[in-house]
């Protein structure tokens, strides 16, 4: 079982930068993939980008986001990060974390998700 729990949302100018956390409970965290998401209202949740089991050392995105977010993951602290730069006011939505044994990447395929975390991108 693993629980998830995001934080560092909030509210942005555009052109701005936010890094989302994602803490994870439970001592076999490094053994999932972990992925963000994020829900727009009226629109289904979209893939972000995703970090592979382990160290980390491969990473996924999304095009939309491709050169203006980073994720990476730090295994002793249980914790993934999403550094999101130049911000957008399209970016604003809920953004969840989510975690796979797999290397599947769609909403359906991850095991666990974090509750959701409120990202709003004024213009």
């Known amino acids: 079982q693993v629980q998830l729990v995001e934080s560092g949302g909030g509210l942005v100018q555009a052109g701005g930068s936010l890094r989302l956390s994602c803490a994870a409970s439970?001592?076999?965290?490094?053994?999932?993939?972990v992925g963000w998401f994020r829900q727009a209202p009226g629109k289904e949740r979209e893939f972000l980008a995703a970090?592979?089991?382990?160290?980390?050392?491969?990473?996924y995105y999304a095009d939309s986001v491709k050169g203006r977010f980073t994720i990476s993951r730090d295994n002793a602290k249980n914790t993934v990060y999403l550094q999101m730069n130049s911000l957008k006011p399209e970016d604003t939505a809920v953004y969840y974390c989510?975690?796979?044994?797999?290397?599947?990447?769609?909403?359906?395929?991850?095991?666990?998700w974090g509750k959701g975390i409120l990202v709003t991108v004024s213009s």
């Open positions: 439970g001592r076999t965290f490094s053994r999932y993939a």
């Open positions: 989510a975690a796979t044994r797999s290397l599947i990447f769609t909403p359906r395929a991850m095991e666990y």
């Open positions: 970090v592979s089991r382990g160290g980390g050392g491969s990473q």
